[in-house]
């Protein structure tokens, strides 16, 4: 029992909660949500250190035992991914300071962040696969109302798609959940994997297992991310930049999770097809990011490569390929929001998203065309940026487990992403300024959030090294069940 | 009993899809909102429908009905009454931006 | 405006809503060791209220309550997230709830339990939410 596996989740809620009670005082909900998120990475920081000493931490609820109570587990996965969702929102929030804009932060747009906070570290942290479903929920409705805040014509249009996409997938999850207790009767990932374990993963299980997988796809945005373009270019800079940091990656979270948790018996039917279907999205995604003469287009359809990118390492479900994952997941939460926070930034200064609109902004603004600069490099995975270990991990992953054909996809989508974001960068940044009233706008305050991520993009592909330990004991639980299933019932015997 | 509340989920999901591919956002809703019932018809159904006291304290019985899926189905029913609530809200809202309820003609990428 | 006739359901609500208050109120305490609690109790708490919107206007029943129920669910939250919090100082595990039984003055021998604290937030978080989401919808601005 460590009741600190609790607090990431609990502060931003009562945060959240405080500032609805106390709703016109706008500047004390900007010091809270700064605060509280503040608060949440130092607990995480201690988090991090006790796992590093005791192994993982778990919390029963209530003083329940597994799996009759709802479990709380903290391994080194969860909390190296909350810390960096720390890192990320809270330049998210600087940014959003400044950009967001009177009417929304009016509308509750500081608690509802903090519910999407609070959604996303509870998928994280949650140990049981039906309490995954209820914070999937909290950060999904935060996340409904979010894109649709402020309501433009373009907003609702695309917030209906969303909406109705997730209420959806959110069934088939339901749908999923109630066959799998149907076969094990229990919802406890612990729980789940000895009974898997005991009972083997047969042809129906592994239908299950496709159905969890095709609901987590939608979440993702692997595969089967048709909505995912739309939805996130609609709504302002600092909101599309938290959804296309953190999102997608709780979907990738529970995605690896489960498959290598619960059922990672039949590798050559589940993890193939995660292999093809990330194959299929690096592709797809890559094809959209050259086609598009749109920054906003541009950027979301890195999303979608980024996603399939992440599972080809997971996909590959050995050592270096997890290893590759979890550095390109947390390099990948890091530059999305980057990348996000500059194109919203160059949007805000031109004034337009199309490309073949503007031209020589770095004349005006140095600071920001090297940031964008060192994010295109970062995000197509050139050393010495944060990038380059991922990719070289799970390209290594890929290799390693004969699933050659995924890693020169990857190579080969990385290079695509590199021309799609230099495009940006050369028709954007480059050439002359053609502006026409050649007034310089204000960037002030919106180049501090920016800073931060950059430096974390650097720091993280120079300092690797330093969080090296980290990440092999993350991917040691990912790799050995064991260790997570005996934190959370400790010594008894489960069957 | 589970076979005939199988066929009944199946007659609900055909109904929900069934709506969910029409073209008026309202129908939308109400298929969205009828797949709902199917699902947690769906979980009650597979946590397996036994007789048997409610688990409850001084109810001296000798088989206890399974609550795990009844507290699931409470939960997910309170989910889809907010989701329900807040897509109404926001059709209503999109109904009188865009002056149509017609996702034919909702269609495009322009912000008008 | 034609002024509606709406004589009966207005004379049945006022005798109604009592009753239906005091039902929720019985539902909610109830809820300790048979059929209730502080969900239910609280829809039907809720339920005598959208009662009230019904037989009369959103403006008036706004007027003679005037609480803004979004205020309401938050502290209803904040209740029961702090209950567990109040466990936490005491070093036991987030939500524990712990009871004991009391001789009091009136009642005799009582199980009083931490939970009821928890349920009163349940209670509020669910009036709060769903009148909400009933004005939401209902008030065409």
């Not at chain 1, 270990?389 to 054909?405: H, N, P, Q, V, Y």
């Not at chain 1, 026409?436 to 959030?449: Q, S």
């Not at chain 1, 993280?460 to 997570?484: F, M, Q, R, S, T």
Request: charge should be neutral; charged fraction near 10%; proline fraction near 3%.
């Amino acid at each position: 029992m460590n009741n600190f596996v609790i607090l990431p989740i609990i502060i931003p809620i009562i945060a959240g909660m405080v500032m609805v009670i106390f709703r016109k005082r706008i500047i004390f909900h900007r010091y809270l949500s700064v605060c509280s998120i503040i608060a949440v990475g130092i607990v995480t920081l201690l988090l991090i250190l006790q796992i590093d000493q005791e192994g993982v931490q778990t919390l029963q609820l209530g003083g329940w035992e597994a799996p009759f109570g709802v479990s709380m587990v903290a391994d080194m996965f969860a909390a190296l991914l909350i810390l960096t969702t720390c890192v990320v929102a809270l330049c998210c929030l600087l940014y959003a300071f400044r950009s967001i804009g009177q009417e929304r932060e009016n509308f509750y747009f500081y608690p509802l962040f903090m519910f999407l906070i609070t959604g996303v570290i509870g998928s994280f942290m949650t140990g049981d696969i039906f309490n995954l479903f209820v914070c999937f929920e909290v950060m999904l409705v935060s996340s409904y109302v979010l894109i649709s805040l402020g309501g433009t014509g373009n907003q609702l249009r695309e917030s209906i798609k969303y909406i109705l996409v997730n209420i959806i997938s959110s069934f088939l999850f339901l749908v999923a959940i109630a066959f799998l207790y149907a076969m094990t009767g229990t919802l406890n990932f612990a729980h789940l994997s000895i009974r898997v374990a005991e009972a083997g993963q047969d042809g129906l299980m592994t239908v299950v297992a496709i159905l969890f997988l095709i609901v987590f796809s939608l979440k993702a945005g692997l595969f089967l991310f048709f909505w995912l373009p739309g939805s996130y270019s609609a709504p302002p800079t600092a909101i599309a930049a938290i959804f296309a940091a953190l999102l997608t990656k709780v979907g990738i979270y529970a995605i690896i999770r489960v498959f290598t948790l619960v059922f990672y018996h039949e590798p050559e039917v589940t993890h193939l097809l995660i292999g093809i279907l990330a194959g299929f999205t690096m592709i797809l995604g890559a094809v959209g990011a050259v086609a598009y003469w749109d920054i906003k287009k541009i950027i979301t359809y890195n999303v979608i490569v980024g996603v399939g990118f992440i599972l080809a390492g997971a996909a590959s479900l050995t050592a270096e390929g997890l290893t590759g994952s979890l550095y390109y997941l947390i390099h990948d939460m890091v530059v999305k929001a980057l990348i996000f926070l500059l194109g919203g930034t160059v949007i805000h200064l031109t004034g337009t998203s199309r490309l073949k609109d503007f031209s020589g902004l770095i004349r005006l603004y140095p600071g920001l065309g090297w940031m964008f600069f060192i994010a295109a490099l970062s995000l197509s995975g050139i050393p010495p940026f944060s990038g380059f270990l991922g990719k070289i991990f799970i390209t290594r992953g890929t290799f390693e487990a004969g699933f050659i054909w995924l890693g020169i996809i990857g190579l080969l989508t990385s290079l695509m992403v590199l021309y799609s974001i230099m495009k940006i960068f050369i028709n954007g940044f480059w050439g002359t300024d053609t502006s026409e009233e050649n007034e310089k706008r204000t960037t002030k305050g919106l180049l501090l959030p920016l800073g931060i991520l950059t430096m974390l993009t650097i720091t993280l592909g120079l300092g690797a090294e330093g969080i090296h330990h980290y990440v092999d004991l993350a991917v040691e639980g990912l790799i050995n069940p064991g260790n997570y299933i005996e934190a959370v019932f400790g010594t008894r015997s489960v069957h | 009993m589970e076979t005939l509340m199988s066929i009944l989920v199946g007659i609900l999901f055909a109904i929900g899809i069934y709506l969910i591919l029409t073209k008026t956002l309202l129908r939308i809703i109400l298929g969205t909102s009828i797949l709902g019932h199917g699902v947690n018809l769906l979980i009650i159904t597979m946590g397996g429908l036994k007789k048997g006291g409610p688990p409850l304290l001084g109810i001296e019985d000798l088989t206890y009905a399974d609550s795990l899926p009844q507290a699931l189905l409470l939960t997910a029913i309170v989910i889809n009454f907010a989701t329900t609530a807040l897509l109404l809200v926001l059709s209503y809202r999109a109904y009188k931006v865009l002056g149509t309820d017609d996702t034919e003609q909702m269609r495009g990428t322009e912000n008008e | 405006m034609k002024k509606s006739n709406d004589v009966i359901i207005r004379s049945v609500t006022k005798v109604a809503v009592v009753i239906i208050l005091t039902f929720a109120i019985n539902l909610f305490i109830s809820g300790h060791h048979q059929p209730g609690g502080g969900f239910i109790g609280g829809l039907a708490f809720a339920s005598a209220l959208i009662l009230l919107f019904l037989a009369f206007d959103i403006e008036t029943v706004r007027n003679h309550i005037p609480l803004d129920f979004k205020v309401v669910a938050a502290v209803g939250v904040l209740i029961s997230v702090l209950t567990g919090v109040g466990a936490m100082l005491l070093d036991h595990p987030f939500l524990f709830q712990a009871f004991g039984y009391f001789k009091l003055p009136i009642f005799g021998k009582t199980e009083l339990a931490t939970a009821v604290l928890f349920d009163i937030g349940v209670a509020l978080a669910v009036i709060g939410t769903s009148i909400t989401i009933i004005m939401t919808i209902g008030d065409d601005r």
